[in-house]
């Protein structure tokens, strides 16, 4: 039997290539510092989106263990192989820093089901503050579904290996810090 070819109206679909329109992702969070499953989330997330923005929340509530400064500074440095990635920060609301960076998808990570009420909380008021705005989730990979920032700082301040757990470069800020004694 002779197949029929199903027209493709090109135009009606933005998610087909040739003419679709260019999609830009944030990343936000804290990051710190930034883990083996964060980047995993980046490298998968840079393949997804034409332009992903990975930024970190200043927020003065928190302590961070690391400045805004140095959080960026590792980030640049293992998102250096992805050309389509870059860093930054912001303050405020999420939705209006993508609106000044012409973004219309944030991009979170689920480990486990604890994790989806906080994320189910935070996407759904970022759609009543910005209707405009998609949640993309993407599941974490197995390997670090265990693994968060909080866990690794306490798990190294205590003098447990988180070598494969962080980028080389984090492994190396985290050994400095605690000689410093900070
Ligand atoms: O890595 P984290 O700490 O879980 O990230 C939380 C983050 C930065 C995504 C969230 O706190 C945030 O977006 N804060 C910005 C303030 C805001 O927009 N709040 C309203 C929507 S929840």
Redesign the pocket.
């Given at each position: 039997m002779k197949k029929v070819p199903v027209p493709v109206d090109r135009k009606a679909s933005p998610t087909l290539s040739g003419n679709r329109r260019s999609v830009t992702a944030v990343y936000?969070?804290?990051?710190d510092p930034i883990t083996n499953g964060h980047l995993d989330l980046i490298e998968r997330g840079s393949r997804l989106f034409d332009r992903l923005i990975v930024a970190i929340?200043e927020?003065a509530a928190k302590e961070p263990l690391f400045s805004v400064e140095e959080r960026m500074e590792m980030l640049r440095e293992v998102t250096r192989p992805y050309p389509n990635v870059s860093v930054d920060s912001?303050h405020?609301?999420?939705?209006?820093y993508m609106k000044e960076r012409s973004a219309q998808v944030?991009l979170?990570g689920i480990r486990a089901i604890s994790d989806y009420e906080?994320e189910l909380?935070?996407a759904l008021?970022?759609n009543r503050?910005w209707p405009g705005v998609e949640t993309v989730f993407l599941m974490s990979s197995e390997a670090y579904s265990f693994v968060s920032?909080r866990l690794i700082k306490q798990v190294f301040e205590l003098g447990g290996d988180v070598s494969g757990l962080v980028p080389p470069i984090v492994e190396a800020r985290l050994k400095n810090r605690v000689r410093r004694g900070a």
């Open positions: 936000p969070g804290s990051f929340l927020n912001f405020g609301l999420l939705v209006d944030i979170r906080y909380q935070m008021m970022n503050l920032s």
